[in-house]
């Protein structure tokens, strides 16, 4: 298929009327937590940007400016104007590691960027019943978790894991801070409303979506799912353990996905199913104690007293990942795909399978995306379940695939007792075979550097992002 034409960058840094690329993803470094440009030279105007999330874990104001600020001053060069434009800005899901900056960096987004579009979940339209209903009741648990452990404040360290796993949804990370994640995401939905902007809601199965003047680019929707039940998946059954869904603990055994399991399901405490107004079927009875929990450490929770809450703290955490906001961005000329699967966990990528997308008159199986996608957004920072195995990764089978990992291993490892496993070592083994080795991952250092095969691919790295061109 013909590429574009080429032609370079003007003199005074604006990008010209087309570039020597088609795409740009720049994976910012800024810690563990997902913030993502995306840019699209267009011809005779300024190119189209795309901001995805913009959050990190124990990350302070200071830092988050710093990054936003060079976002904004890379945008303004590029685009050759006064504001920095974005035209769309997605916030995937209410996780303060991909919406903090929001909050952090409120006054540079409100004074000095544009925005055009703004995209999130279905899951957060609030205009839905059903939907505020379960808005409210997640809320309402995570306060109730946060007063347990304020209450038990000299147990501070059987709570460890509960307060990292809550930390997701916690207020901003110092002083400046009172705001919480809920209030990034009603920032978002405020601009979206304003004039000149446009707030978008969007569903799996919908018409895909054109970037206005971005030739021969079209973005689908995969996920959150609209099925209740998978919606709330994210929990790891015998089955998935027998076909191989996902890729698990080679060192552990069945003894690690069995600790999941348990971990992923629901005691019969009132207030883990006022938390789950969906479906009582898929988690009210089959609670198991977990016999290990030895090689899950990151969900371990300390101390039986507790487990109802450090369940409910999973579930919470567990069920705001699958509302991830899931794009695939496809050149319609090539098929080439861009896969970012932000948070979504096991139950969106099973919805897939019988996902068809809209595709002019045809239809087409949101699976065959997975066979083209050229550059995969790895998901979760490459926990265990966050990324499918059989129709999932498997299927990713072009060459040319390159997998990024926003992670900064450091503080993933300081959380809870004993440290998130992200990186999950098969996963990670599995993405570097099936990558040819061109996995990424944001932390990159002088000790664990870019690949020699991710530069061959177009990965160029700086000491504040890391950049995949695709030509
Ligand atoms: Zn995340």
């Given at each position: 298929m013909a590429r574009p034409a080429r032609k370079s960058r003007s003199s005074n840094g604006r990008m010209s009327a087309s570039s020597d690329f088609r795409m740009r993803v720049r994976m910012y470094r800024h810690g563990l937590g997902d913030c993502f440009l995306l840019t699209f030279p267009r011809a005779g105007q300024a190119p189209f940007q795309i901001l995805i999330d913009c959050g990190a874990l124990h990350r302070n104001a200071a830092e988050m400016t710093a990054l936003v600020e060079e976002i904004?001053?890379?945008?303004?060069?590029?685009?050759?104007?006064?504001?920095a434009r974005l035209d769309v800005v997605v916030g995937t899901h209410e996780h303060k590691d991909h919406?903090?900056?929001?909050n952090q960096a409120r006054d540079i987004f409100e004074n000095e960027f544009d925005f055009g579009e703004v995209w999130?979940?279905?899951?957060?339209?609030?205009?839905?019943?059903?939907?505020?209903?379960?808005?409210?009741?997640?809320?309402?648990?995570a306060e109730k978790i946060r007063e347990v452990m304020r209450l038990n404040a000299n147990l501070a360290a059987s709570l460890d894991d509960v307060s990292s796993l809550m930390a997701f949804s916690a207020d901003d990370d110092d002083g400046v801070g009172t705001q919480k994640v809920s209030?990034?995401?009603?920032?978002?939905?405020?601009?979206?409303?304003?004039?000149?902007?446009?707030?978008?809601?969007?569903?799996?199965?919908?018409?895909?979506?054109?970037?206005k003047d971005v030739d021969d680019v079209r973005v689908f929707v995969?996920?959150?799912?609209?099925?209740?039940?998978?919606?709330?998946?994210?929990?790891v059954t015998e089955a998935m353990k027998r076909d191989g869904t996902i890729y698990h603990l080679a060192s552990s055994g069945l003894s690690g996905v069995e600790a999941l399991a348990a971990a992923a399901r629901a005691p019969d405490d009132p207030l883990a199913l006022q938390a789950q107004p969906f479906s009582s079927a898929v988690s009210k009875k089959n609670f198991k104690k977990a016999p290990n929990y030895e090689k899950e450490p990151w969900r371990r929770i300390d101390g039986d007293w507790m487990s109802a809450f450090g369940q409910l703290a999973l579930d919470l955490d567990n069920d705001t990942n699958n509302s991830s906001l899931v794009l695939a961005f496809e050149f319609e000329s090539t098929g080439e795909v861009l896969l970012f699967a932000a948070d979504a966990q096991v139950g969106s990528w099973?919805?897939?399978r019988k996902l068809n997308l809209k595709d002019g008159r045809k239809e087409m199986p949101a699976l065959e995306l997975l066979g083209r996608t050229v550059f995969y957004k790895v998901g979760h920072h490459c926990s265990h379940n966050a990324t499918l195995r059989n129709n999932g990764l498997e299927l990713m089978q072009d060459d040319r695939l390159v997998a990024f990992i926003p992670l900064d291993v450091e503080t993933a490892r300081k959380q809870g007792t004993k440290g998130w496993e992200m990186p999950a070592k098969p996963l990670l083994k599995a993405l570097k075979k099936h990558t040819g080795d061109k996995v990424v991952i944001s932390d990159a250092s002088a000790k664990n550097p870019v690949s020699a095969e991710a530069h061959k691919a177009g990965v160029v790295a700086t000491d504040t992002y890391i950049d995949y061109v695709l030509r």
């Open positions: 904004r001053d890379t945008i303004k060069r590029e685009n050759g104007s006064e504001n919406l903090s900056g929001f999130l979940a279905w899951t957060e339209d609030l205009s839905q019943k059903e939907i505020m209903a379960i808005k409210k009741a997640r809320r309402k648990a209030d990034a995401l009603e920032y978002l939905k405020e601009r979206g409303r304003r004039r000149g902007s446009k707030l978008r809601f969007l569903k799996p199965g919908e018409e895909p979506r054109a970037l995969l996920g959150p799912p609209l099925d209740p039940i998978l919606l709330k998946s994210s929990e099973l919805s897939w």
